[in-house]
């Protein structure tokens, strides 16, 4: 069960939806607020952790050997 202030920021965040937000319209504004709290909760843990691994970036003097022939 979330605590008072997990509560409070809930209720704050489904007072002040985003005009995108708004225009996507919902039937329940604190669900929508919860779901959009959590997203940013997950991606503020996680934003150190890549998603991919890391793009080598090479050049040709990097991969050719310059003492054969082609």
Do not use: C, N
């Amino acid at each position: 069960m979330p605590d008072d202030k997990d509560s409070k920021r809930v209720q704050s965040r489904a007072e002040t939806l985003l005009p995108e937000e708004q225009a996507a319209g919902s039937d329940d504004p604190k669900t929508q607020a919860e779901e959009i709290l959590a997203d940013s909760d997950a991606r503020t843990a996680y934003r150190d952790v890549p998603e991919a691994p890391p793009v080598e970036h090479r050049t040709s003097e990097d991969t050719v050997d310059p003492t054969t022939d082609p």
